[in-house]
């Protein structure tokens, strides 16, 4: 029972930070660069994808007996675009604007590759229960990932935060953080920074990997 | 890619009517999902639509307090009558109730999807007024500067529909009828231009170029 109950919270963790999908697997590129130049897009971005992850995830461990081995990529993805295109509808209906402003991004969910990884790699070899707990922690990692990004672009490049100004008119924005290279900039530090603190421990207890490490 | 090659190798081949009826059914179910959520959120869709009309109304008309949906009936300009489907196009007015100009929808193909946009036009001096693009699939970063880039924004500020509207290289701007064009984004400028000059070929002869006549406000 003890190992049940660690086994859950493991495969919760896991999309949180060990195989977070953006700031570990590099996964989910696309939206990643396109949307999250402020915050609230990336927080909508974010839930989308969690909606859809969680609710194929849990089809597609349902049915992981039924379906057959030689159809099953394609019974995912008709699976994912069904759960997208219904968010697309539910997105236009109740915050226009956001749907708008994410455009053919929420379209483009369906080639996502975190969502058809996940259906391949986790849910169609586990339970229901332990798919809609790997879709949840990898839904929120990809939210919190693309929260972190798009929180930092938006401070710099627009000087608010959830399009409430920080400072005052002196503030010079830095315009390139919201356009397409400051996403690059953004992600690439973020990834060293991770990067380092996943590592740092190895390297300090053999003191090697610094010394050799320099270049 | 050995896992793989075990699981298919435990399960007998299934024939192909079990490969064609799972995908079948699983069609089958996610079009009946699709068409239930799609009629579920028309109507709040449609309802959103109208209040971003309205707003639209106000941005491409500048200084406009207030406006009536005209619809063309016969050859004539009447007030719309609720729920019928002609063509509308909007006459706004201003504090005084004097006419500002009309704003027209008009849509076309863009790069990506249909473009629509509604745009003022005022009929005295044949000048489009301003513009918004209401709907819009354009890449991002490129075709969406249609909206985006204030630049690409400040053509439609006071432009000469006479004789025609044309497109120029971005800088070329030389006469009040031109519209200088995105770079990287040509289509979807020339998308922009074509959607302009087709609700003006389609409105300019019924508007005339005397105010309305129609003003059931005054």
């Known amino acids: 029972m003890q190992q049940n109950e660690n086994t859950q919270w493991g495969t919760f963790l896991r999309g949180l930070w060990a195989e977070n999908p953006i700031l570990v697997m590099v996964l989910g590129m696309c939206p990643t660069m396109a949307v999250t130049n402020t915050a609230i897009n990336s927080l909508a971005m974010g839930l989308a994808t969690l909606a859809v992850l969680i609710g194929s995830s849990v089809l597609v461990s349902l049915f992981r007996k039924v379906i057959p081995a030689q159809v099953r990529i394609t019974t995912y993805i008709v699976i994912i675009a069904t759960f997208v295109t219904i968010i697309d509808f539910f997105l236009a209906a109740m915050a226009p604007a956001v749907h708008k402003e994410l455009g053919a991004f929420i379209a483009l969910i369906v080639v996502n590759c975190i969502i058809l990884g996940r259906a391949e790699a986790f849910a169609a070899r586990n339970g229901v229960w332990l ?24 401070v710099l490049g627009s000087g608010s935060l959830f399009s409430i100004p ?31 603190l996943k590592y740092r421990p190895q390297g300090a207890a053999t003191g090697r990997i610094h010394k050799h490490d320099k270049i | 890619m050995e896992k793989e090659n075990n699981i298919t190798a435990a399960v007998p081949e299934p024939s192909p009517l079990r490969l064609i009826s799972t995908l079948g059914l699983a069609g089958l179910v996610s079009g009946a999902c699709l068409v239930g959520s799609y009629l579920y959120t028309l109507p709040l869709i449609q309802a959103a639509k109208a209040r971003a009309m309205e707003a639209a109304v106000y941005e491409v008309l500048p ?113 009040p009828n031109e519209v200088d064009a995105i770079t990287g984004a040509t289509i979807s400028s020339k998308a922009v231009v074509g959607l302009l000059n087709s609700g003006i070929g389609k409105w300019k002869p019924v508007l005339g170029d005397a105010p309305a006549q129609i003003n059931s406000k005054q």
């Open chain 1, 131 to 154: 798919s809609f707990l790997d879709a949840l922690g990898m839904g929120l990692g990809f939210t919190l990932s693309l929260m972190c990004i798009g929180v930092i672009r938006e």
């Open chain 1, 166 to 196: 920080l400072f005052g008119k002196g503030f010079e924005p830095w315009v390139i953080m919201v356009l397409p290279p400051g996403g690059f900039l953004v992600l690439g530090f973020l990834l060293l920074g991770v990067n380092r």
């Open chain 2, 63 to 175: 200084g406009c307090e207030s406006f009536e949906t005209l619809e063309l009936r016969a050859g004539m300009l009447v007030p719309q009558k609720e729920g019928s489907g002609g063509d509308r196009v909007f006459a706004g007015y201003d504090a005084t109730g004097r006419l500002i100009g009309y704003a027209i929808q008009s849509r076309i193909s863009g790069f990506q999807d249909i473009i629509e946009g509604l745009f003022g036009y005022r009929p005295e001096s044949k000048t489009i007024i301003g513009l918004k693009i209401l709907e819009s699939r354009e890449t991002p970063g490129l075709g969406d500067k249609i909206f985006k880039d204030p630049e690409f924004a400040a053509n439609f500020q006071e432009l000469q529909v006479e004789p025609t509207i044309l497109l120029v290289k971005k800088g070329a701007k030389q006469r």
